[in-house]
Structure formats: structure tokens, C-alpha cells
């Protein structure tokens, strides 16, 4: 007796419909890129229930004839592929001919069309997959397709789709990235009570995005500049001429703008919507030292390539592609993104608080409004009138020093006498003859002993430190683990501050002539210029300095050392020895020489520069923990920035410590040189602008 048996084409259907309609979202999904197929310049769709209910979609595309609107519902019946030869260049959104007949299949479904050459329309009713009429009727032209009752056959797979709101979420999020895809072409979705999206053609990228995302979220993101390239062939002649052409285009957010998860990173191989494993992981890498570990950008991106180079029938959902060049296509696409990022060094700009009330207003005489316009032709640039002002400034301190009321403390309290320290002090502003000497590289000491890579006035100031404030203010540096608070040990929490978003742009480009007024509590250095007001991070901007310049170094092969009076002895877990075998190499070539005593010790003699001996064994034991869950998955160019990113860390100069002016303005200049100066290698901000449009506003002077 033979236990193998052909399945009953009603059961095919429904495991094909499995595989193609998930949820409604499913369904919209296979009838818009249908419509796109036919060349529609209109497309409008309307959902009932979340789509469980009706789902109805029109477009004005080419529509269908008698004949081909009843051979549509057959299985693998399809206009778009003719022979195997036409699967390996798919230049359409559908083609495997599967979509129709499994919607049909679990649905009561409605189909009017008509094609041009056909003198009247075809109206097609089934149910359950089943032919229930056939008939004539009136049509302008175009198509309609009417699916109800979702899943009314099959009420277990029922039984698993979401509220009404969440399916619903799904379907608006599907038409709107197909939107922004498609800014030519027009779309509207409503459900039974409100319209949700009316998009009409504009003829660019941007506008659409304008168009349906608002302002605020377009001043987010950057726009990337079309990148194109040629993919690599066989070595022969004229490969040049030959080879395929692989273009990138998009928007990518700013540094501040930080999600979750991946869920807000959309991307589209010739006009497809697709989840690649590939792509989503070249975004990542690009963000790379940019991004705190854990978080993920806003980014929209648009693939071309010739069809032959990517294959799109992966997936029966076909939500999934598999390139020919896999690496290439990965490091073109990180490469440009991060080249967007360096290009743009968009600047966060300073949080201000929603919560502050409105203080009260008199009226302004004419001194003021004087000098309101004044300042307003100053800045160059049209103001709106004020609508939330920041809460009151305490009355300004009877000692000749400028308080900081902007930052709040946990639980809204006022500041403990602990805190008093948290104030605006204004260095020695006393000319220094000469240039500031500058120094190339590590400075080390006869003792063996490594001094920070800043002149050698800096040692002095420091020395004061106890080795618990500096252990205190050390940051977790490796990327693949969350990075330690900054402002631990200051009475207050980096948390506690509210980041909203702010009513101007950030500049594109470094600030420019920055002077520096001093320090809020040893830690953050105040400066100002013609855009406004600069607070920035003295310990994260030298880690941005010390970083770039570590890399360099380690590219050139000129990494140096410092040895070690007496070796350090550390003892190390079995995974951390796996992990040291796996980049012993790599260790040494960024400065490190340290090599087995005994079974499970290791003997540092030399320690990259910068690095003090008592925290040479710590940086060697966070590196290897670092890198130890990832050693096998990363990439040498992601190990390298792990350790750089770990080594620039711990040799940056640590917060409460006091600056001169001269200090500061070194360190702005070398700020001001470095490739990526608007976050530090583990995504933190090194400078907040509170520009003068702000400051106008909260003196009321617009």
C-alpha cells in the first residue's frame, strides 16, 4: 500500500496561501506591487477591521481581458516570466504567479477589470478558491480587487492575527514605505472611518519624505549623494567597460536620532521591499563608533543593480534577495553610508525641556525690541515668535560665577551642597608665549612610566587625581558592550535629562572659531561663537582624538609601546585565553607584548602609549571580553576599531579635571581635524550647541 499521496489542489492552495498571506498586510502587499507591475499611476486602498474584514485596492493601470482575468486564479499563471532563463532577471515586483490564486484561496474575493482593447469589463466573484460567478459589467478601465472575510475558512490561522490597530499598523506601514519607493506616483489608504495617507506625485525623494513623514522627521536625516560603482568580474580586457554598475542612493539619520531596534531601517533592491540580513548588517557597521552599542539609526536606502546580479526568488513572500557579489555589495554599502555620515558631521544640539513653564511675560519696551532686531539682523535668519520658553534661571549667584540651572537632578530635587562644585569656572586667561607645543605621538617617560598624549603641562594638573575618581570616570569601551554613564560620580545622571527634539537644524560641519569661557565641573568645556552657545565633553572629544589617531597609526604600522619597569602578571579565565590565542596578533600589533607565565597567566611587558601601568592589565582584560563572545564573527576592521576604541578610552583625559585655556583651545583645534568629530567611538555626543535662536527665546527676545 503505497503512503505517498498527491495532495487535493484545495489543500495546495492553502499551504501556498500559508507561505504568501500571513495577515492582511500579507494581502496589500501582493495586490499593490500587482498594480505597480501594471504600471499604475494611482493607486488607492481602503481596509475595514484592520483589513480581517475588507480589504479593497484600485489602481488605473492596464488591466486585465476576460481571458486573462479567470486565467489569473490558476496557479503559477502569470504574464511576467516566460522560461527559467527569465528567473535570473526578474525586473518585476511579482512573478511567481502564486499571489492571486492563494489569496483567493482563503478569502472571498472580488475581481472588476479592464483592458484597453476590451469594449467592457469582467467581473470575477469567488470563494474559498471556488469560481462562484462570472459576468460583464461597466469599467473605465483599470482593476479592483475586493478581499473579505479573511481567513473565514481556515479559522485557526484566524484566531492568530493581531487587534484591529496592530494589523492595521502593518498595512499603513507597508504603503508608506511603498510610497516613499514611488515618489512619481500617487496613494491613498483610509479605513471605514479616516483617511490615513493621500500621497500625491512629486518628483523627488525628498519632497515624499516631506510629504508624508513631515519636517521635523526630514531634518533628521541626511541625504546621501547617489553613489555609484562598478562590481567586480573575471580579470580579462575591458572588464571596466563591462562590468555591471551598482548605484546607492538614500537618507540615513543623525548621530542623536537612536532607536531601539531595527524596525526603522527600510531598504529597497530596484524598487523592492526586502529584509536582507546583509544589508541590515553593513547599516550597522556603518554606524559603527557612532552609535552607542544597542542602538540603531532611521535610515531609507534604495539599491540599483542590473537584475542579473541579484536574485529575488528566494522567498515565496519575496521579502528576501540573495546578491551574486555578497561582500561587495556589504562593504559598498557600509563604505558609502559611513562616507554620508564623515561628510555631513552633523552636530547634536542642546536638549531643552518641554516641561518648563512659561515664565511671566511683560511687556517689552523699547530698548529691548531694539535689540531684539539687532540681534536678529546679527544672526541672519528669520525667527518665529517663541511658543515654550525653559523655566526661569535661578537669580544669578552674588559671587562672580555663572551657575548652570539647566541640569536637573534625580527626583527634581534642588542641588545638595555636594553639588556645589557644579559650576561655570572660569580658567587662566593669561597669554602664553609662543604656540602650544603639540606632540605627535606618545610621550614617555625615563621611569617606563606612559604620560597622556597632551603637552607636558597636562601632567601637573592631573597628578591631583585619585585613582578612584579615575576609575570612576573609565567607561566601558568596548563596542559590543553598553558604555558606563559619563557622569557618574558628578551628583547627577546623564538619564535624568530630558532629549527633545530641538526646533533648528544641527550644523553639517564642525563649529568654527570657538572660544573657550571655562568648564562646568572640571568635566565639560563652555565655548561660544557667532552660532552660539558650545558645551562640550573633554573627556569623549580627546577619546575621538586619541581614537582616529590610534587608527592611523595602526594602519602605518607605527603603533608604539611603552615597556614596563616590572612585567604585570595577569590571570585569566579559560574563555580569555581562547580569546588572547585568537588575537594575540593583532594585540601586538596595537602596542601590546604580553606572552604566557605559566598555565593560566599572562606576563604584560609593554602597553600601548598613553596607557598607565597600573591600567595596562584592565584595558588587556576588558579587550579580551570584549572581543571574546564576537572573536569568530568580527571582521579584523571590526576588531581593530574594538580595541582602538578600548585603548583611546582609557588614555583620554578623565572628567573633574581642571583646564587651562590654552588646554582647551588644543583640544578643540585637534577636535576640529578629526574625521568624525560630532561622537565619540562608543556613540556618545562630544558637543551640544545651544544656538542663539534658543537663547533669543529664552530671554523672550522673539
Known sequence: MSVIRILPEAVANKIAAGEVVERPASVVKELLENSLDAGARRIDASVEAGGKRVIRLEDDGCGMSHDDALLAFERHATSKIKSVEDLFEVTTLGFRGEALPSIASVSRLTLETRHASEPAGVQVETSGGRLRDIKEIPWPGGTRIQVGDLFFNTPARRKFLKSESTELGHIASLVTHYALAHPEKSFRLSSLTHEILHATPVPSFRERIYQVMGGQTLEQLIEMTPVERRMPVPSEANAEETAPLVRLLGFVSRPEVQKLNRNHIYFFVNRRLVRDRLILHAITEAYRNILPSGMYPVALIFIEL????????????????????????????????????????????????????????????????????????????????????????????????????????????????????????????????????????????????????????????????????????????????????????????????????????SPDEFPRNLRPLGQVHESFIVATNDQGLWIIDQHVAHERVLFERHLRARREKQVEGQRLLLPIVVELKPEQQVTFQEIAQELAANGFEAEPFGQRTLAIKTAPGGIRADDAERLLIEILDGAGAEARQLSLDGLLHGIAASVACHAAIKVNMPLTANKMEWLLRELQQTDCPMTCPHGRPVLLRHSLKDILKAFKRI
Request: with cysteine; hydrophobic share 35%; aromatic share 8%.
Open 306 to 505: 542590473p537584475p542579473s546580479e541579484v536574485d529575488v526568488n528566494v522567498h515565496p513572500s519575496k521579502t528576501e534577495v540573495r546578491f551574486r557579489h555578497g561582500g561587495f555589495m556589504h562593504d559598498f554599502a557600509r563604505d558609502s553610508i559611513r562616507a554620508a555620515l564623515i561628510a555631513a558631521r552633523p552636530m547634536a544640539a542642546f536638549p531643552l525641556r518641554q516641561t518648563a513653564q512659561r515664565a511671566g511675560a511683560g511687556d517689552t519696551d523699547e530698548a529691548d525690541a531694539e535689540a531684539s532686531e539687532t540681534l536678529r539682523e546679527e544672526s541672519g535668519r528669520r525667527t518665529e515668535p517663541a511658543k515654550n520658553f525653559p523655566s526661569p534661571m535661578w537669580p544669578p549667584p552674588k559671587e562672580p560665577v555663572a551657575q548652570i540651572s539647566q541640569m536637573e537632578h534625580p527626583g527634581n530635587r534642588p542641588p545638595a551642597a555636594s553639588d556645589a562644585a557644579f559650576q561655570l569656572s572660569a580658567p587662566t586667561l593669561a597669554p602664553v608665549a609662543g604656540n602650544l607645543p603639540l606632540t605627535a605621538g606618545p610621550v614617555f617617560s625615563s621611569g617606563g612610566e606612559p604620560q597622556t598624549d597632551f603637552p607636558d603641562a597636562w601632567q601637573a594638573e592631573s597628578s591631583h587625581l585619585s585613582g578612584a575618581t579615575a576609575g570612576a570616570a573609565a567607561c566601558s569601551s568596548w563596542p559590543g558592550r553598553g558604555a558606563e554613564p559619563y557622569a557618574r560620580g558628578f551628583g547627577w545622571q546623564a538619564s535624568s535629562m530630558e532629549v527633545q527634539d530641538h526646533s533648528a537644524p
